[in-house]
């Protein structure tokens, strides 16, 4: 079989390997898609804190398993299954609560050990879930939407919430798409006009806002006066980070989904008057991949949109570095394993 390695920050190497033998509660899996996110371009930028090489990337998975053992939780060879790249302990205080997605342990695929950008893998069984009627390209934005799923979770995100979100790339275009469909009024900023009018043209978000001075004014204007109920950060910026209070309302609840690498500061009076909840919401659990499988299948996503860039395996490399530059306008870039 064939992989890339991302041998050191710059570097990747197509190269032929023997497939991996699955251990015990492990199955073979083939490889059809792997997205492409943030986090696989700061690793080949060499910007990724605690990331250590060579390493192999990708941990947005569309898979059908090659072989299963006998605890294979219903799943049988030649299923077509969504991966959760997240491989918790089951035993810290956090997985004893039910809350995988914070493990003390957690190790990611393609982050701490090796991911998907190879033709087989093999992956504990108890991280697959059945892919519905998901396409293979659907399956492969379960875990970015999944993202998403969890942090409007976390902030009990109802029908009667106004929704802001901070940042309109993957993850935010996730957060918008889902909290519409909760039924909530949203409304998208970002400090990229292009990106704002994605939104508007794939999501139909109507009520879209440029940040700058101005944009908590609009915020207040598009919400007689009242603010956001909940606000999400998908942008991981400091500056942003620190700003996302001023679009919320009195009682309202800030969700940070995006994750700086400093120290962020907050004026105490101004979160102390609102009686700010905060919140941070880190990766997702199976629920929340249920309820993502369940999303795309009702088909009010636009995939099709969402996926902005394709390429076959062989030419990844080639074009890896493109998708780091913004005005080529990715929103989600695809590999597809099955063809060379
Ligand atoms: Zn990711
Ligand atoms: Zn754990």
Not at 57 to 65: F, Q, R, Y
Not at 138 to 159: F, K, S, Y
Not at 269 to 294: G, Q, W
């Amino acid at each position: 079989m064939k992989r890339i390695v991302c041998r050191e920050p710059g570097t990747f190497e197509l190269e032929a390997s023997s497939a991996p033998t699955p251990g015990p509660g492990e199955a073979l899996l083939r490889i059809h898609r792997v997205g492409i996110c943030g986090t696989d371009l700061h690793a080949f930028q060499g910007n990724q804190a605690f990331f250590t090489y060579p390493r192999i990337l990708g941990h947005e998975l569309s898979a059908e398993i090659l072989s299963i053992g006998s605890e294979s939780g219903g799943l049988a060879p030649g299923d077509r299954v969504i991966v959760m790249p997240y491989i918790f302990c089951g035993n810290c205080i956090a997985c004893r609560a039910g809350k995988t997605n914070c493990c003390r342990q957690m190790a990611v695929l393609g982050v701490h050990v090796d991911g998907g950008m190879q033709q087989e893998i093999s992956v504990r069984s108890d991280l697959l879930l059945p892919a519905g009627q998901l396409s293979h390209e659907e399956v492969a934005i379960v875990e970015p939407l999944a993202i998403g799923a969890h942090a409007l979770r976390r902030a009990r995100t109802e029908l009667d919430d106004t929704v802001v979100v901070v940042g309109c790339g993957p993850i935010g275009i996730g957060i918008l798409a889902q909290a519409s469909a909760i039924g909530c009024r949203v409304i998208a900023l970002d400090t990229d006009a292009g990106r704002l009018a994605f939104v508007r043209k794939a999501l139909g978000i109507q009520d879209t806002v440029l940040v700058d001075e101005q944009a908590a004014a609009q915020v207040a204007q598009l919400t007689n006066g009242d603010l956001a109920t909940v606000v999400f950060d998908a942008t991981g910026n400091k500056q942003a980070l620190e700003s996302g209070v001023r679009y919320m309302a009195h009682g309202g609840r800030y969700v940070l989904v995006g994750l700086s690498k400093g120290e962020l500061s907050f004026n105490h009076p101004e979160i102390h008057a609102k009686e700010s909840t905060l919140l941070c919401s880190r990766n997702a659990t199976r629920e929340d991949f249920e309820s993502v499988r369940a999303f795309l299948e009702s088909g009010q996503f636009p995939t099709g949109k969402y996926i902005t860039h394709s390429v076959p395996f062989e030419e990844m490399i080639g074009h890896f570095e493109s998708w780091l530059q913004p005005q080529n306008g990715v929103i989600k870039a695809m590999v597809d394993w099955t063809i060379p």
